[in-house]
């Protein structure tokens, strides 16, 4: 049978690493209250001359490296990001070509922190019907972009950073790799928890992010927890049968509410957000990049991918690496 299989995993971040205790400098906040509310302790925040698309284009590159795979080769790219680099064209088509692929397909998927599982849907979803046999989801993100750094109720909890995979159509046996199952979901009743009050059609400015943090996170436990288990009903896999979960980084406190619900033990979800805080679509394919390069995740292992965003908007995956 043809699936989806990641070949490729990389990753990229700014270079400047942003402490609670430099945030506590510069807003009322401080680094314990940061710590036990989210577990974030640090963030990399971009420079005038650090892009959505510059990032991208790094982590692409470290992703097809390991791929062992030429850009010549990618027919396909899909980017998630809710900063993109420019309002058009499409921050992919950048990507594609600083990397010099020569052709193919590239576009957009704006779903912000789910951003990432809408791309690697949609992107297995055309890998699968012939589009293309090797392609790059990519999610990116300069959400220090659109922050109101006055505001200690959003400014503290966010970062910038890119995450890539290069996924392959390939022939696999029915136990081999590739992706399993995977399941998306919207609903656009919630948009005033979570939006950016500006744009190219409303105001013509680029907005700073608006939050109401604590409905958007009852919302994200009860969202994720149901469609993770659409995912595992859906692949014919229990709980028990999961390796490692790859989640979308949003904060610590949501990460384990979402495990005990499911009952998964916290020694099986990969957690970056004390480094990296909340990079919205870039979240899940920079926890994947880093527990592959320390070599937790392996190949044959059972990953679960999930994220939930603005919109709202949630998804999750599940692939055999
Ligand atoms: N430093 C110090 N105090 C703060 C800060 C800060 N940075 N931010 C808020 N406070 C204060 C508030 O003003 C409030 O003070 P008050 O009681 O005097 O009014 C107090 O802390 C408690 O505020 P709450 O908002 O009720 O705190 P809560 O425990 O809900 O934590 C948080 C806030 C961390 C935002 C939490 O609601 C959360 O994580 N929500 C999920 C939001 C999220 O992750 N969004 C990301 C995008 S969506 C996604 O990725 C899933």
Redesign the pocket.
Known sequence: MIRSVITGTGSALPAKCVTNAD?AAR????DE??VE??GIRQRYIADDSETTSTLATAAARNALEAAGVDAQEIGLIVLATATPDHTFPATATQVQAALGCGGGVAFDVQA??SGFLYALATADSLLRTGMATKALVIGSETFSRILDWDD???????GDGAGAVVLEAQDVAADGPGILASRLHADGQHKDM?YVDGGPSTTGTVGKLR?K??E??RH?VVNLASVLKEVLEESGTSAADIDWVVP?Q??A??LDATARKLDLPAEKVVVTVDRHA?T?AASVPLALDTAMRDGRIKPGDLVMFE????GFTWGASLARM
Do not use: K
């Open positions: 945030l807003v009322d906040t401080s209250w940061i509310r989210t912000v922190c200690r109720t959003t400014c503290v909890l966010f979570l939050m943090g604590r958007v996170f994200a979308h949003a904060n406190r949501i909340n919205s994220a939930m965003g603005g």
